[in-house]
């Protein structure tokens, strides 16, 4: 029972942050939200027991941001 | 690393980090047998801690990889692979059978060990080195476009 209420707990998690992302106007705002997100994927597929999807997920979270953060260099931050 | 660099926050996290990262890169491309990990994890975790050194001290860093040496190094980890899938073809066996490699082991589990360890080793290589690729690609076109 408790694994279900913090499983639905962490799939709202999830939908809140997509839908963050979707809105926000700042696009670092929105790559460091892209990385809660990737977190919050991590810990689902963790409890729904492949621990080596989850520790792909975690790494390539980690590097995808790491991208997202450096191409912002050359482009508008700002999105109107 | 006697070199100081930005603040302490950003020195001393350098020193705990990226050891760390590397280190535990290796204990999961060896141990990925009997846990979860891999070739692949292993390959960006490595990768992982090498990006943060270049994040946090730049060029100059101390583990940094260029990335005309990083594509040369991803070709060298792609051979490993396929040295090791060829490699029981001019010993009497089938494509990537383990059983014919030729190295010296009393039963053949050990072999077949061998053979999933070289292949990781090629794996991990190519992944780490196409990691740190296209970071340096992304960095030198925004160095360029300035």
Same mark, same amino acid.
């Given at each position: ?32 939200? !892209? ?9 689902? !597929? ?20 790491? !991208? ?13 | ?33 009997? +846990? ?5 994890? *292993?390959? *960006?975790?490595? @990768?992982?801690?090498?990006?943060? +050194? ?27 692979? *396929? ?53 340096? @690609? ?9």
């Amino acid at each position: 029972m408790q694994i279900l209420i913090i499983e639905a707990a962490l799939l709202l998690f999830l939908i809140f942050t997509t839908v963050c992302i979707l809105c926000v106007k700042d696009i670092l705002a929105a790559a460091i939200i !892209y990385c809660a997100f990737s977190f919050c994927a991590v810990l689902l !597929y963790f409890m729904m027991g492949s621990p080596d999807v989850a520790f792909t997920e975690a790494v390539i979270g980690v590097v995808s941001t790491i !991208y997202f953060v450096v191409a912002l260099k050359n482009m508008n931050r700002w999105c109107k | 690393m006697t070199k100081r660099f930005g603040g302490i926050v950003l020195d001393i996290s350098f020193r705990v980090l990226v050891p760390f990262t590397l280190v535990y890169g290796i204990y999961i491309l060896t141990h990925g047998e009997f +846990s979860p990990g891999g070739g692949f994890q *292993a390959g *960006a975790l490595l @990768a992982a801690g090498i990006v943060l +050194s270049r994040l946090i001290q730049g060029r100059s860093a101390g583990f940094n990889i260029s990335g005309e040496h990083a594509v040369i190094w991803a070709g060298v980890g792609t051979f490993i692979y *396929a040295l090791t899938g060829f490699l029981p073809l001019f010993f009497g066996g089938n494509f990537l059978d383990y059983s014919f490699l030729p190295f010296p082991a009393e039963e053949l589990h050990e072999l077949h060990a061998m053979g999933i360890l070289l292949i990781e080793i090629g794996v991990t290589i190519c992944v780490m080195m196409t990691i740190i690729d296209i970071l340096d @690609a992304v960095t030198e076109r925004a160095d360029i476009d300035d």
